[in-house]
């Protein structure tokens, strides 16, 4: 296991080799795009590049739905309306989504790794781990969501049948999407750019962590400090979940669970959805302190179980078993 402060062997690149780097074995998930260079300027670009795709997606889509409603007879927030349509409502949601497949075209294009390293240090989505987490972790977070609604402030508004069903259809449908998207952008690509800009694993892990919770924090375009305060909190719990798991199957159960439970509750109530999206300030309370402090006791959970063991390492052979502990480099 490479626990010092020297980064870990890359593999040789033959001046014929064609096609995606491999990924390098026994390093930690944050580790997986560092070598023997920092690479500043292109982690910066990587970044850029992800919230431009954050932002363009949304406002193409989105402008595409509002067309849309306004040949309805709608306006949507998009054109400043106040008319919480489904088409609004899906458009936000496949437009976060799309950060899935763009933070691997991304990754692969400047990096060279292959796109699918993104789900954990074995290449691939671990549904085993993403179960576990679900089935302990969702009751959980159900309990936490409607102790939440009593400090909500719910402006009940007179839905139809039709978008009662279509936002509540697309909420199960899209929103776990959109929420792991942000977990690949930030928790994946953020994450690992980042770590790799220096050489200790420790220190990476920790530099890491800190810039992709600012980066995360700062595209939510907030100005409460309430609200700033839980997606820092939120984002830092997620990143030291993925590096020890060496996965984005925890981080993107609990983000799913937070965002798919909040509107599903509002749909069932009848409640305008709209102030679900306001960030300004005076939009939070200290009652965010609330799911701070949960999702921080998870991360600690996490630690602790893997303490004794460590983060989860890349496989030494290809032939990996799913996630039972960290793979140790020989």
Known sequence: MYKSDTPPPSTPASPHRRGPRPVQPGVEYHRVLAGEKRRIGRGILAIVLL??????????ISLVAASIDTQLGRTNPTLGGTDYTPLYHAA????????????????????????????????RFRFD???????????????LSLIGLNFTPLNL?????????????????????QSAGEEYGFRGLVFRVAGSWNRGPRAAAAVGVLVSSLVFTAVHLSSD???????FALSVSLAVITWRTGGLEIAAVIHALNNTLTFLLLTVLHADQNPSLERSAGSGSAALLLPSAV?????????LRTRTIGPALTPVHTSADPYTGPTTAQ
């Open 51 to 60: 919230v431009a795709g954050l932002f363009g997606f949304n406002i193409i």
């Open 92 to 123: 936000n949601m496949v437009s976060i989504a799309l950060i899935i497949p763009w933070s691997m075209v991304i990754q692969r294009w400047l990096y060279g790794v292959k796109g699918p390293s993104l789900h954990s240090v074995v290449s």
């Open 129 to 143: 781990v993403f179960g576990r987490a679900l089935l302990i972790i969702g009751p959980l977070w159900l309990i």
């Open 157 to 177: 508004i007179p839905w139809s049948s039709a978008d009662l069903i279509a936002i509540f259809a697309t909420t199960l449908l899209l929103t776990p999407l």
């Open 225 to 231: 400090p309430w609200f700033n305060l839980w997606c």
């Open 295 to 303: 999702v921080l006791a998870i991360m600690a959970v996490v630690w």
